[in-house]
């Protein structure tokens, strides 16, 4: 079987529009979801360490007040 330029010139397009056709379907939307996927990833740690910040700084006001309570006791009984 020969060749001549008309097939190998179809069948050349038919591998570029299958080349693609695949980075279109295939590609482009697994790369997207993968993107989705590390936003998702990195709003979910940033969550995280906001909630665990919120719980350092929230023990932290509650042992400072109890502290300012302490002084201002131990100062009032000073005074008496």
Same mark, same amino acid.
């Given at each position: 079987? *020969? /060749? =001549? =330029? #008309?097939?190998? #010139?179809?069948i050349s397009a038919l591998?570029?529009? #299958?080349?693609?056709?695949?980075? /279109?379907?295939?590609f482009l939307p697994q *790369? $997207?979801? &993968?993107?989705? =996927? #590390?936003? *998702?990833?990195?709003? +979910? $740690? +940033? &969550? =995280? *360490?906001?909630?665990s910040d919120r719980a350092s700084l929230d023990s932290c006001l509650e042992a400072a007040k109890k502290n300012v309570f302490y002084e201002l006791e131990f100062a009032l009984q000073d005074t008496r």
């Amino acid at each position: 079987m *020969k /060749f =001549n =330029n #008309l097939h190998i #010139l179809s069948i050349s397009a038919l591998i570029i529009a #299958l080349s693609v056709g695949y980075y /279109f379907v295939i590609f482009l939307p697994q *790369k $997207e979801q &993968e993107k989705i =996927n #590390l936003q *998702k990833q990195i709003q +979910t $740690e +940033t &969550e =995280n *360490k906001r909630n665990s910040d919120r719980a350092s700084l929230d023990s932290c006001l509650e042992a400072a007040k109890k502290n300012v309570f302490y002084e201002l006791e131990f100062a009032l009984q000073d005074t008496r």
